[in-house]
Every structure is written in structure tokens, then in C-alpha cells.
């Protein structure tokens, strides 16, 4: 279960900000932003990607204000980010395509 959140906003659509676990096993979680007509197609969107177990249990950690326009401001409306470990923040916003790609694999010769 990840914890997170949503907001809805005036247009009646929605944006939902997840706290994932790290794909690669470190430390430091992802925060996932999508925006969406709903809190289902949002969610659908983020499984269609091959986030398969994505749940959101309530709402304790809406997206901030600067989230929700980073997210307006994106084409594909979907971005990430490490998640905050003493709440400093460095780290600029990413496509959700550079978190899923995987390395090239390198043929055996």
C-alpha cells in the first residue's frame, strides 16, 4: 500500500501524488504525481505502466500546490521525483518514462 493523496480541482479533474518504494531496491522512495479525470483512471494509468499493486488509502499526503502545477505543466501529465528523506528538496521533476526504462541489455559475444 503507498501512502499519498489527492486533490481535486476546479475543472472537476483530479491529480494524485504516491509515495512508491524505490524500483531499484534503494533507500529513498519516488513520489508519483499523475493527473487524470478521476482517482480510478489516474490510478489505472500508473497499472497500465506496470505499477501493478498501486493503491491509495486516503488522503494524507495531498499533493502541495507546486505539485499540482508541475504536473499541469507537463504533457503526459504523469512525473516523479525522489522521494524527501528530511523534507530538502533538490531534485527537479522527471517523465515517468526515465523511472520505468530499463538499461540496454549488452549481447554475450
Request: charged share 15%; hydrophobic share 40%; with cysteine.
Amino acid at each position: 500500500m503507498a501512502a499519498g493523496g489527492f486533490c481535486k480541482l476546479p475543472n472537476g479533474t483530479v491529480v494524485v501524488a504516491l509515495n512508491l518504494p524505490s524500483p531499484a531496491g534503494g533507500p529513498a522512495g519516488v513520489r508519483v504525481l499523475v493527473h487524470a479525470q478521476n482517482r480510478a483512471r489516474a490510478l489505472t494509468r500508473l497499472r497500465n505502466l506496470g505499477l501493478r499493486a498501486v493503491y491509495l488509502r486516503g488522503n494524507a499526503e495531498p499533493p502541495t500546490p507546486d505539485e499540482v502545477t508541475a504536473v499541469l505543466h507537463h504533457p503526459d501529465g504523469l512525473i516523479w521525483r525522489t522521494a524527501p528523506d528530511n523534507g530538502v528538496l533538490v531534485e527537479l521533476w522527471h517523465p515517468i518514462r526515465a523511472l520505468l526504462r530499463r538499461p540496454p541489455t549488452v549481447p554475450q559475444g
